[in-house]
Structure formats: structure tokens, C-alpha cells
């Protein structure tokens, strides 16, 4: 066959002209704002380009770049602290000449920088040493410079028109660049020195050194994102020093308590406990305060915002541990969910929301995206986590405000989302500017036969029939809690009758494995890939067909040896250094493994985890980016970067929580007042796994889960504060 060119839709690729010139970026972020940093602690228009400082999808600083005697320092380390709150850097002077002699020898002068973000201003400070026995005199220069890019023209997008630069204003010790938006929207970067530089321009601060042996000097800046006016604070600090100091005592009692939401894990392996710390930190600041609680945002920096999808499969995924992201994901979903039809924005009434976007680009429709629904796994899978968060909780107050919502969701399951009537839930992208495909795999050419060639709708992927079987369960199981027997029995039914149907239609003998969709001739996409895993999660699979679906993706055409390939090795579109068809997903992995151990394939589930703890120890901080290549593992060398994935991406972090839930078979039944460990088992790198402060309820519980040499895994419960009744099931 001829290979199929698909065009991309220019405003949802993410353009890759040019490699990074390095992967170890450094990311801070708080609330609406996030910075992102090469490891020399500057923003620079090198590589993909990516770099600076953010508010609400328009990057405020494009950049800041520090110069000794009109060069880069050169570098020694840098790194963000464990809680993510600070990133600090540590650099000394090159050789500095002059009249032809070396004057200042490098390594003479200690440069550490620190950088905090807080509100909407990123706090930085330098701070220059002498270790040499004479004195030294230098120019030390922050450039800076801000071009309101719109996030999605960073990404690569290319717009006819935008709005325009006003003048900029430099007084003082103040630099201010301003932007008037074609959303009409006034954006201003306001950076302020501290102390008043020796000589400030609209793109330079510089300051003249001199310093004895021994003696040192400090010098701080802040940069503060305003949108029409409103900053972050009332005023400007006088003192920046002293807000610096505040605005790290804030940052670290905020991360302090977000950290006490969740239960403490411990293993008996410090590389896996780094992977896990790093997984926690990550979650905690991709969390974002909302008026309807905290969210976890998606991923930095392309998704830095609500996505229904990964907020909900987040949430999902921290759920024994953390409860706090549940509530919030739904209150934020149920708020906007859908009520109107409006085919520009794919929103039909009851269904929940796929992203939302704050950017100018949005505001004006240049993209879709200010508020769209163009998902159709989010709305079952909304009901999924509300039936998850009760079984967790038992919030059954909670639970009934959002019940109105759950039924909007379920209606539009049976009116919207089964667009041919066949029973089964399809997507035909409705919008001639919104994302072809919709599900999580939603590249253009994600959705395949197994010629290659492209699928065409209507398009029923088969992981979305799991996510609308699981739904209507849980829906069932909580309109039975509510006392509406009727509703709960119905659902029930139809939710078998789904099933029965599913397994007739979907499953492809020929190749072991539920088909990826069905197009819309109703004929099957023949392809072995990672979403028949998704199958197993949902529970949606017979158990004859589990097993061989296990098989399938644990083979080596789909298991790279770090994680199973979104598509099996072989098929026609493979392509490990894709987006979808060929890569590695952590969130995928982690989803499978789950789906595994539902279905008692529990060394398998280890393996998965085997192979994404393993690929963490590869990766700059041991943290697990949103993808990678899906190479094969090849004995001492490292998984291959993907070179635009987010790092951190939300989903990602969440995955090792899940891993370790499934591997135990740990489900906490906060409206029964037990936790249930099914068939508990450990990989052989895991000694001993404990569980510290897990919150039932009122109670609180410690435990610890021990791998005998046996392979049994014995479970002791160390300190109990409260009523909760322990089972280990066998």
C-alpha cells in the first residue's frame, strides 16, 4: 500500500524544529504560573524554545540570561529541591583576561543562584563569593526580555495577526514591558533590582563587583506577571530581600501541608523511595487551588492547565493515598460540565469538559480551547471516579450534590455519545478546527487498520466500552446507596448487556487481543495495542480473554523492557519514536498493570513496574517525563528521550501510586471502614513496602507489606489510631 499522508492540524502539533540543546530543563511552578529553566538557571532561545516564565498560557519573561564580564558563568550544579520549591544553582567565573593576561582565574568567585515561584512573581537571588587572595572587580548582567508569546505559539503554531508591544518603561531600578492582546487584555511583566543597578536598560540590568578575599555581595530581582491591572500582590515590595524570605516561608508551609494530605510510603529500596518522593513532589505542584478545590493540572509546559481526562485518571490513581484531588476533580468538572449544545466547542448537555484555556489565542478563537469538550472518554469516566471517590470515602453528602451531574453524564452516554445507536459509545469530531481523534491516544493517525490505513468515523475506541461498562457499575452501585433501586438494577443491566456485546464484537481471535476500535463501517481496527489493557482496568474483559491479552502485551513485540508500547512492534504505523504509536506511556503502564492484577496476573503487573522503576533511575531527577521512545531495552544503556514530552506531566507522577495499589491489591472501603490487601505481592527489588498515616475516615493506619524468599508477602499493621478493620485475602 501507499503510505497516507495525514496532514496535522497546525494549532495541536507541537512543533520540534531543533532538538533541546538540554534535556536537564528545571521547572518551578504556583498556581497559574509556572518557569521553566535550562540547568544554568536561564531562559534561553536555544532548542525547542520553550523556555520562560508563565501566567495563564502567555509566557510574561522570554529572557533572562546571566553574564560575568559579558559571558555565561561556568557551570557546576544545579537542582530543584525535593519538595519542588526551590531551584538553586551553583556556577564560578571563567578565565577573565584582560590587556591579554588572565586577571581573575576561573574558579575564583562562587556564583549561587536561587530561584522561588510565589503567586504570580518568580523571586530570584544571586549571591558572589571571592575565595582568591586579591582583590576582584566584574560586570555581572541579567539580560531580559519578554515577548507575550501565546502558548500555543510556542508550541509552533502560526497566527495572521495578534495584538502589540506597547512601549516599554525602565526607571530606576524597574524595568516594565507591556502588551495589549487581540483578547483586548492588558499583560505586563514588571521586573525590579534590588539593589539599584549601576546601569538598566529596556533589555539589561548590570551591576560593577568588587570584592576583597573573602568578602561576598548579593543581589535580588523579581519578576511579577499583571493582567489588566491586577497583580498578584497590592503593591510592589519595597524590599525584595524580605519578601523573598516570605514568599519561601509560604511556598514551604503550602507544600508542607498539601504534603500531610497524602499517606506516607516507604520502601526498602532509596532509589525507588527518590522515584516516589520526586512522583509526590511533582503532584503537589501541578496541584492548582481553584474555586471548587485543588486540581491537578496536566503537564508542563505545553498541558499547564484542567484537562478532564488527566485530571480524573490523576485523581484515579492517587485515590488510596490521597482523596483531596478526587473531590476537587469532580467539583471542578461537575461545574463545568456541559449544558448547551454548541458544536464550535463539541459541548453537548452532560458532557464533561476536555480543557480549558486562559491564553489570548483562545480568548480570540484562534483555537477552540477556552473551554472544550472535545473528549469522549472524560464523561464515563467522571462517573468512574465518583463511584471510585464514594468506595473511598463514604462522602455520601459529597457524593449526592454531585449526583444531578452523574445523571447528565449517564444521559449523555445513551443520547450523545452513541451517535449510530449501535450500543456502543463513538466520537466523530464534530468541529473542523477541534482534535480528530478523542481518545487519550488523540494524535491524528492514532486510530489505524492494519493495512496502516487511518480510521474513518464515526470511531468507538475499545477502552472507551470499558470506561462507559466501569461507569454504569459504579453508577449503579452508588444510585443503590441513594435508595433508588430501580435506577441501580437497570444500570447493572446495562451494564452487562454492554459487556456481552463488547466481547462478541470486539475481540479479534486472530491476533489475541480486542480490537483497537471499531470505524465507521463498523469494521474492526485489526491492531495490537496498549488500549485493550485499558479493557482489563475497566473490567470489561472475560476472563478467557484477560489471560490472552496478558499474554499479547507482555510479549516483546508490545513490552520494550521498560514498559508496554502504545502499539505492538510490527503492526503498520509502529513507530517507537511517535506520540501514540509506538511509545511508552507511564500512565498507560500503570493503568494496564492495574487492569492486570484486577484480573490476578499479578507478577506481570510487577514487571511493569520493574521496567518504569528501573527507566527512573535514567531520567534527570527521577522523574518520569510523559513519554519516551519505546526501543527496545538494551543491556547498559538508558530508555531514549521523546523530545518534546512534558517533564513533569502529571499522569506520569501518579503512576507509580497506582503500580504499588495494584501490586498489593490495596483498596481502601472508607464507607465500610476497611482496607483490603487481595493476593499482595512485591517484585524482588521491593523488600518491604510501608504505609504510614493512610486515612480511613477518622482513622488513621500504619502498616507494612514484607516479601518473604519465598515470594509470599506477609502484611502486619503497626499503629492503628481508630476504627478499621485490616484483610488480607489470600
Same mark, same amino acid.
Given at each position: 500500500m501507499v503510505d497516507e499522508i495525514i496532514p496535522v492540524r497546525e494549532h495541536f502539533y507541537i512543533l520540534s524544529t531543533s532538538a533541546r540543546i538540554d534535556d536537564r530543563t528545571r521547572v518551578l511552578k504556583h498556581g497559574d504560573t509556572f518557569a521553566l529553566f535550562d540547568r544554568f538557571g536561564d531562559i534561553e532561545g536555544y532548542g525547542t524554545g520553550e523556555a520562560g516564565v508563565y501566567h495563564r498560557d502567555t509566557r510574561f519573561l522570554s529572557q533572562l540570561t546571566m553574564k560575568v564580564e559579558g559571558v555565561r558563568p561556568l557551570f557546576l550544579s544545579s537542582s530543584v529541591k525535593d519538595d519542588n520549591a526551590l531551584l538553586a544553582i551553583d556556577a564560578t567565573n571563567p578565565d577573565i583576561q584582560r590587556n591579554g593576561a588572565v586577571t581573575i582565574p576561573r574558579g575564583t568567585v562562587h556564583i549561587f543562584r536561587s530561584k522561588l515561584l510565589w503567586g504570580q512573581t518568580c523571586y530570584g537571588r544571586v549571591r558572589i563569593r571571592n575565595y582568591g587572595l586579591h582583590e576582584v572587580r566584574l560586570n555581572l548582567s541579567l539580560d531580559v526580555g519578554a515577548d507575550f508569546a501565546d502558548i500555543f505559539e510556542v508550541r509552533g503554531s502560526r497566527r495572521e495577526g495578534r495584538g502589540g508591544h506597547l512601549p516599554s518603561r525602565v526607571r530606576g531600578n524597574e524595568i516594565v514591558y507591556a502588551y495589549k492582546g487581540a483578547d483586548r487584555r492588558l499583560r505586563r511583566t514588571r521586573i525590579v533590582f534590588d539593589p539599584v543597578p549601576e546601569r538598566v536598560t529596556e533589555n539589561m540590568a548590570s551591576y560593577e563587583v568588587s570584592l576583597g578575599p573573602g568578602e561576598q555581595s548579593a543581589y535580588r530581582y523579581t519578576i511579577v506577571c499583571e493582567m489588566d491591572g491586577a497583580v498578584g500582590q497590592a503593591s510592589l515590595p519595597r524590599r525584595v530581600e524580605q519578601n523573598y524570605e516570605e514568599a519561601a516561608i509560604r511556598a514551604g508551609d503550602e507544600l508542607r501541608r498539601e504534603r500531610a494530605e497524602t499517606a506516607d510510603i516507604f520502601t526498602s529500596n532509596e532509589q525507588f523511595n527518590d522515584w516516589l518522593n520526586r512522583s509526590l513532589a511533582d503532584l503537589n505542584m501541578m496541584r492548582t487551588d481553584t474555586p471548587y478545590g485543588p486540581y491537578p493540572y496536566a503537564g508542563v509546559p505545553w498541558f499547564?492547565?484542567?484537562?478532564?481526562?488527566?485530571?480524573?485518571?490523576?485523581?484515579?490513581?492517587?485515590? @488510596?493515598?490521597?482523596?483531596?484531588?478526587?473531590?476537587?476533580?469532580?467539583?471542578?468538572?461537575?461545574?463545568?460540565?456541559?449544558?448547551?449544545?454548541?458544536?464550535?466547542?463539541?459541548?453537548?448537555?452532560?458532557?464533561?469538559?476536555?480543557?480549558?484555556?486562559?491564553?489570548?489565542?483562545?480568548?480570540?478563537?484562534?483555537?477552540?480551547?477556552?473551554?472544550?469538550?472535545? @473528549?469522549?472518554?472524560?464523561?464515563?469516566?467522571?462517573?468512574?471516579?465518583?463511584?471510585?471517590?464514594?468506595?473511598?470515602?463514604?462522602?455520601?453528602?459529597?457524593?449526592?450534590?454531585?449526583?444531578?451531574?452523574?445523571?447528565?453524564?449517564?444521559?449523555?452516554?445513551?443520547?450523545?455519545?452513541?451517535?449510530?445507536?449501535?450500543?456502543?459509545?463513538?466520537?466523530?469530531?464534530? @468541529? @473542523?478546527?477541534?482534535?480528530?481523534?478523542?481518545?487519550?491516544?488523540?494524535?491524528?493517525?492514532?486510530?489505524?487498520?492494519?493495512?496502516?490505513?487511518i480510521a474513518k468515523g464515526p470511531i468507538a475506541l475499545c477502552e472507551v466500552q470499558g470506561y462507559v461498562y466501569a461507569a454504569k457499575r459504579a453508577a449503579a452501585e452508588l444510585a443503590a446507596m441513594l435508595g433508588d433501586e430501580a435506577r441501580a438494577t437497570a444500570l447493572a443491566a446495562s451494564a452487562d448487556e454492554l459487556r456481552d456485546r463488547f466481547n462478541a464484537v470486539f475481540w479479534c481471535d486472530d491476533i489475541s487481543t480486542y480490537a483497537l476500535a471499531l470505524d465507521g463501517d463498523k469494521r474492526p481496527c485489526r491492531v495490537r495495542t496498549s488500549n485493550a489493557g485499558h479493557c482489563l482496568f475497566a473490567g470489561i474483559a472475560t476472563k478467557e480473554h484477560a489471560w490472552r491479552v496478558m499474554t499479547a502485551l507482555t510479549s516483546t513485540e508490545s513490552f520494550s523492557g521498560w514498559g508496554v508500547?502504545?502499539?505492538?512492534?510490527?503492526?503498520?504505523?509502529?513507530?517507537?519514536?511517535?506520540?501514540?504509536?509506538?511509545?511508552?506511556?507511564?500512565?498507560?503502564?500503570?493503568?494496564?498493570?492495574?487492569?492486570?492484577?484486577?484480573?490476578?496476573?499479578?507478577?506481570?503487573?510487577?514487571?511493569?513496574?520493574?521496567?518504569?522503576?528501573?527507566?527512573?533511575?535514567?531520567?534527570?531527577?527521577?522523574?518520569?517525563?510523559?513519554?519516551?521512545?519505546?526501543?527496545?531495552?538494551?543491556?547498559?544503556?538508558?530508555?531514549?528521550?521523546?523530545?518534546?514530552?512534558c517533564s513533569p506531566q502529571t499522569w506520569a507522577a501518579s503512576a507509580v501510586f497506582l503500580l504499588i495499589e495494584s501490586c498489593l491489591g490495596l483498596k481502601v472501603r472508607g464507607f465500610e471502614r476497611r482496607v483490603v490487601l487481595n493476593n499482595p505481592y512485591l517484585p524482588p527489588s521491593l523488600k518491604y513496602v510501608e504505609i504510614r498515616n493512610l486515612g480511613i475516615g477518622r482513622a488513621r493506619l500504619d502498616l507494612v507489606a514484607t516479601r518473604h524468599e519465598e515470594g509470599d508477602v506477609g502484611v502486619n499493621v503497626t499503629d492503628r489510631d481508630g476504627e478499621v478493620e485490616v484483610m488480607v485475602l489470600k
Open positions: 499547564c492547565t484542567a484537562f478532564g481526562r488527566d485530571g480524573i485518571l490523576t485523581a484515579l490513581a492517587c485515590l @488510596s493515598f490521597n482523596s483531596t484531588f478526587a473531590r476537587g476533580v469532580l467539583s471542578y468538572l461537575a461545574a463545568t460540565q456541559a449544558e448547551t449544545v454548541d458544536a464550535a466547542r463539541e459541548a453537548e448537555p452532560g458532557k464533561v469538559l476536555h480543557e480549558t484555556r486562559d491564553g489570548e489565542m483562545a480568548f480570540v478563537g484562534d483555537v477552540p480551547f477556552h473551554r472544550y469538550y472535545g @473528549s469522549v472518554d472524560a464523561t464515563p469516566l467522571f462517573i468512574v471516579l465518583a463511584g471510585a471517590y464514594y468506595a473511598r470515602t463514604g462522602d455520601r453528602s459529597f457524593v449526592q450534590s454531585i449526583w444531578p451531574n452523574v445523571l447528565r453524564a449517564l444521559a449523555w452516554i445513551d443520547r450523545y455519545g452513541d451517535v449510530d445507536k449501535d450500543g456502543f459509545v463513538e466520537y466523530t469530531g464534530s @468541529s @473542523s478546527d477541534g482534535l480528530i481523534n478523542q481518545g487519550w491516544k488523540d494524535s491524528d493517525d492514532a486510530v489505524f487498520h492494519a493495512d496502516g490505513s508500547r502504545t502499539v505492538a512492534a510490527g503492526e503498520a504505523r509502529y513507530n517507537p519514536m511517535s506520540y501514540h504509536n509506538g511509545s511508552v506511556w507511564p500512565h498507560d503502564n500503570a493503568l494496564i498493570a492495574a487492569g492486570l492484577a484486577r484480573y490476578g496476573f499479578k507478577e506481570e503487573a510487577a514487571r511493569i513496574l520493574t521496567g518504569l522503576f528501573d527507566a527512573s533511575l535514567f531520567f534527570d531527577l527521577h522523574r518520569l517525563p510523559e513519554l519516551f521512545c519505546g526501543f527496545p531495552r538494551r543491556p547498559g544503556e538508558s530508555p531514549t528521550l521523546y523530545p518534546v514530552a
